[in-house]
């Protein structure tokens, strides 16, 4: 299927608000364009069906994050975290364009044109679109976000299992920070599946127990076995590559991953952060206390 024809098709059957799509399809059409090398250089052609992240990667260089990151490079999370403290806005400008690319490749494995969706979440810059406090999802958001996790799986990520926790994790009520600070010295199995568990407070004291919905005990027991090999000395339960514990900010770009592969969430103002699904909790009403 020609990727312009599918970008008619997906936009035309889509539930995506009117200004949504004719800001998708700008960034969509920027990429294809990319790729066909009609800007702005002669050069060999990209494949929008076969590609690497690289690819990406060069497109948002080339079009967009040159004048802000200069003679640096575009290559990885110090270039983005580079962009997202000294130029924010641009940062969420490119996130915006990550999700538009990430629903257009899911639309693309829905109509078979691809057999998987390329995971672009390391190219996210976690950035949080506006300064406002969260507000916590609708409960039609909430039940997509839970079919936006549950659909979360190898074909989106290498770590989708961890992903997953980390998303439950977030509507047990924890923020960004105690995510990634939970240690794996404090869980604790109990004889009904789930797991009681001790999170960090900001003083990186121990705080009281409390038992994990039986959702996130599920997905807990699913990743323990597949927990990347922790690098001496690191106890933390999220580990990430070089078995070293992720950073809060890659909570957020894992958020916006997984949001992005549902139009509902993907296009909700303000946007799907790690804060605001910490604010929804798993319940319509907040627990008491």
Known sequence: MDPRALLDAWLAGGTLRPSTQAAYRQEVTSWLDWCDHTWPHDGPHVDPFAF???HVAAWSYDRYLHDCLGTRPFDGPA?????AQEHPHVAKSHDRRIT???QFYEAAKTYGVIRIAPDLTELRSGVDRDDTPPRRLTPSERVTLFSAIGGWGPTHARHYLRDRLIAYLLLEGL???????????HLYPSPDGTY????????????????????????????????????????????????QPIVREY??????????TYPLLAQRVPQVTADV???TGFWDTPPPG
Do not use: M
């Not at 270039?79 to 962009?83: C, E, R, S």
């Not at 923020?175 to 010295?185: F, I, K, Q, S, Y």
């Open 52 to 54: 690497g992240i690289e």
């Open 79 to 83: 270039a983005l975290a580079f962009i």
């Open 100 to 102: 538009a690319l990430t």
């Open 175 to 185: 923020r960004p920070g105690e995510v990634v600070r939970l240690d794996v010295r």
């Open 196 to 243: 009681e568990v001790r999170a960090p407070d900001d003083f990186e004291a121990v705080g009281p127990k409390f038992t994990l919905e039986p959702l996130t005990s599920a997905a807990l027991k699913l990743y323990l076995p597949k927990r990347i090999k922790p690098a001496d000395g690191v106890h933390t339960l999220i580990i990430g590559q070089g078995g």
């Open 251 to 260: 909570v957020n770009q894992i958020v916006q991953s997984i949001a992005a």
């Open 277 to 279: 699904i910490a604010h």
